[in-house]
């Protein structure tokens, strides 16, 4: 049973930073791509950012130059780092990790808030 669990959400003041952490557990050879998503109320769920196995990293055009994300291989673990936070980002994000080459073996996480308010 393979497990994802986020954690680092919160409400912070535009202009803000956070950074979101998402630690797998369970029977996992290796880990293929890693990523984040988010959802905002009355949205669909959208690809953030994500990186491959080899480091290379891919981000929705809205959150270029402000999110980071990377990757702990050892300890089984994404980061994203958000900074210049606007209201915007708002929304649940998910950590998703792919455990095999062709991305079909898909586990998420429970999903963290973030809520970016004044």
């Known amino acids: 049973q393979v497990r994802l669990v986020e954690s680092g959400g919160g409400l912070v003041q535009p202009g803000g930073s956070l950074r979101l952490s998402c630690v797998a557990s369970g029977s996992i050879f290796r880990i293929n791509t890693m990523g984040w998503y988010r959802q905002a109320p009355g949205k669909q769920r959208e690809l953030v950012a994500s990186?491959?196995?080899?480091?290379?990293?891919n981000y929705e055009d809205s959150v270029k130059g402000r999110f980071t994300i990377s990757r702990d291989n050892a300890k089984k673990t994404v980061y994203l780092d958000m900074n210049s936070l606007k209201p915007e980002d708002t929304a649940v994000y998910y950590c998703?990790?792919?455990?095999?080459?062709?991305?079909?073996?898909?586990?998420w996480g429970q999903g963290t808030q973030v809520t970016i308010s004044s």
């Open positions: 990186i491959s196995s080899g480091g290379m990293s």
């Open positions: 998703r990790m792919t455990l095999d080459p062709r991305d079909e073996d898909v586990y």
